[in-house]
């Protein structure tokens, strides 16, 4: 991966946990990771633990950031959340995998919050 798109992806998530911050989200790890699975942010709202996929695109040349979370990386998030439950004690009511897409042109930023994207299912 290039240092721009590096540099790009760290400042999305910057811009996905100030959302969330103001929003009344606790932030509970970012970048979690587990062997080769990682999630982006895990975070808690109310009773809800919320696994947070965090796209960023400066432009849509290939469509917007959050196409980007297809089946193949559905799977690999419900495979990462599957690990950070069994090793957490965090304790929830409800769970939900989020996507939050974030387009940055110049000087303008673009945030698109996509609460429940997607279900988690079984191969």
Not at 28 to 36: A, H, M, T, V
Request: proline share 2%.
């Amino acid at each position: 991966m290039s240092k721009h798109k590096q540099q790009l992806g760290k400042k999305g998530e910057s811009i996905a946990c100030a959302y969330l911050l103001k929003n009344n989200y606790q932030i509970l790890e970012q970048n979690w990771r587990s062997s080769n699975q990682e999630i982006d942010i895990i975070a808690q709202k109310e009773n809800t633990l919320v696994f947070v996929e965090v796209k960023t695109r400066s432009d849509t040349q290939f469509g917007n950031p959050e196409l980007a979370v297809n089946t193949t990386k559905q799977a690999q998030i419900y495979k990462a959340a599957e690990a950070y439950i069994h090793k957490s004690k965090t304790e929830y009511n409800d769970l939900r995998f989020d996507v939050i897409s974030i387009l940055l042109h110049k000087d303008k930023e673009k945030l698109h919050h996509i609460k429940d994207a997607f279900f988690p299912y079984s191969n």
